[in-house]
């Protein structure tokens, strides 16, 4: 251990050996995502300046040093074995344009390019496209939008159960809204699938209100299957977090089960949310 991180870390090498050792294991796949996104900077230059569309002034990319990290946890205090997950500058591309209007068109055209080889980019880095979250994240509340990126994040970074945690975090964030609105009870002492079940139920009104143009009796049939359907896929989120989210200790999440699990908190706030 080198002697500046010696003075950044004090009394407490083992927490830079835990950074140091998930850095590590990481850095391979931080590399590759400043790798592809330097080929598509390339391409989008070569393929949209002649044609005057977008001017790229300048562009370089970098994973952040050890040393760097390290400084950077320790100023936010951030736990050891989350480093990595929470820094959101591990990864950095730099990308000078010649217009404000350039933005929005370089990372459309940079979303098209990376898609190919099977990444995604937003405003926050890249990340595997192996995982889809198929939201208008716009149209949703700030909180929402970050959580959904929290959650890419965590993916991205090869932390699958950090990504079920997050995602089953961001659902129960908001039904608990919604028992606060609903006075629906202690939120705190209600199970998984309790909570999301009571906290639909409790926008029955809302939800027939918005099927006012059907005959009442199928409005109540598809209420009633869209209220168990809500619930049962609560069931399996809730599973999921049971066995594979970091908070309750249990690992190896496979990337397949995080995309279920995905699929399931997608259904739940797009019933949950257009409606609170």
Known sequence: MGPRIMNEFGEEPERYYTVQKAYEAKKPLLEEAVRLGRLALAEVKKAHEQAGLLRI????????????????????????????????????????????????????????????VGW???????YP?????????????????????KTLRRYRDGDFDGAVTAISGLV????????????????????????????FRALEKEYKESLSGLKSDEVTRIWNNHHKAVSQAAYVLGAFRREYSDVHGVKNAAPELVQRAIDCAVFIIRSISGLS
């Open 57 to 116: 002034c300048h562009f370089s990319g970098r994973v952040k040093s050890l040393y760097s990290v390290v400084r950077k946890a320790m100023s936010k205090n951030l736990p050891a074995e989350r480093v990595l997950t929470d820094l959101e500058d591990v990864v950095g591309l730099r990308v000078v344009v010649a217009n404000q209007k350039d933005i929005d068109l370089l990372v459309e055209e940079l979303q098209t390019t990376l898609g190919r």
């Open 120 to 126: 995604g980019v937003t405003l926050e880095g890249v």
């Open 129 to 149: 496209l192996r995982l889809q979250i198929e939201l208008e994240t716009f149209k949703l509340d700030d909180h929402i939008q970050e959580g959904i990126t």
């Open 172 to 199: 129960d964030v908001i039904t608990k809204t919604v028992y606060l609105q609903k006075s629906l009870g202690n939120h705190k002492t209600a199970s998984y699938q309790e909570k999301v079940t009571k906290a």
